[in-house]
């Protein structure tokens, strides 16, 4: 195995760390119009990712930065040719981080609705629009011989992209509703575990379409086992939490969301974004990537800090672990 096809599976477990992390926080984001009822329920789901939303995204930045390195070509085509949903997902995570900390500025009904309305907005945008890009990057797009996309933005929005939106939707959602459950106390715990039933239920029926077709696509027997883990996740999932194991409920559908990202990046490789006007133009591993001396660096850098990163968040998790409730919210002034 080459450095660039190492570089290729840890910009994988990049990116399905950040959905793992990342996915329940969006769940969050729009259960707090599906969920709550009222103002002190939507504090306590905006409190239970209060901690931790800002370290989740330090993810997306790693990927981000790491497929920069390692495949500039790469990160070129994607970000050039998906710049306007890319942007959009940039702008709304701009306004969601200035929502959080600007929310309890000021104790006004109004002030604190409207950055609730953001909070939602702001995190079931992009929990669509990174199933829509990831499904075009599995599925293809028109990259020409000079490694440029020349399709446009109404091309990213064909029937499969929009499926692969719907299904990371769905399943942040359900990732977020359990997630609610593990953290708090009191009805609002019990009405989580039911949401996520029904959310469960919605989400095994897209998803199961979605990887089917992915599968049958470009899939090959390494996708076709993640696939099949991924479905008896979603299912044991589902039956852990109507026996109220909330814990167990929450790690497997992150093993679910762990399985199916990682499908998506299986039935990827070689390639990182295949063409769809000739699969001789299409971007792969190895004339996508950097020089070998770069990934050495990296790899370098990365063996040093990564540890260091994931013992300082799971520190994080660990001292905000216990649960919360209405009763934990102090009345408004």
Request: glycine share 6%.
């Amino acid at each position: 195995m080459q450095l660039h096809d190492v570089w290729f599976i840890l910009i994988a477990v990049l990116w399905i760390g950040y959905f793992f992390l990342e996915g329940f926080d969006f769940g969050i984001g729009v259960l707090t119009k599906l969920l709550a009822r009222d103002t002190a329920e939507r504090r306590v789901l905006i409190n239970t990712i209060g901690p931790v939303w800002d370290g989740n995204e330090v993810w997306l930045l790693t990927a981000g930065g790491a497929t920069f390195a390692a495949f500039p070509d790469w990160y070129a085509t994607l970000f050039s040719g998906f710049y306007l949903p890319l942007l959009l997902i940039l702008v709304c995570l701009i306004i969601r981080g200035v929502a959080f900390e600007y929310r309890a500025k000021r104790t006004e009904e109004r002030w604190q609705r409207n950055w609730e309305q953001a909070i939602f907005w702001t995190s079931l945008l992009p929990a669509f629009l990174w199933g829509v890009a990831f499904a075009n990057i599995v599925h293809g797009v028109d990259i020409d011989e000079h490694k440029n996309y020349v399709g446009t933005f109404w091309d990213l929005l064909n029937p499969y992209a929009i499926l692969g939106g719907l299904v990371t939707l769905s399943l942040f959602t359900f990732h977020g509703a359990l997630f609610a459950a593990l953290k708090t106390v009191g009805d609002i715990r019990a009405r989580a575990r039911a949401t996520a039933l029904q959310l469960g239920v919605l989400t095994a029926v897209l998803a199961l379409v979605f990887l089917l077709w992915t599968q049958s696509d470009s899939g090959n027997t390494w996708s076709l086992i993640a696939l099949i883990i991924a479905v008896v996740a979603l299912a044991a999932s589902l039956i852990t939490n109507q026996l109220a194991r909330e814990g167990w409920a929450f790690i497997l559908s992150g093993i679910t969301i762990t399985s199916a990202v990682g499908m998506l990046f299986l039935a990827l490789f070689p390639d990182v974004m295949p063409s769809t006007l000739d699969p001789a133009w299409s971007l792969t591993v190895s004339n996508a990537a950097s020089s070998a001396y770069t990934l050495k660096l990296m790899t370098v850098v990365a063996a040093i800090f990564t540890p260091l990163v994931l013992l300082y968040q799971s520190w994080t998790y660990w001292v905000f672990r216990k649960r919360i409730g209405t009763q934990h919210i102090p009345a408004a002034h």
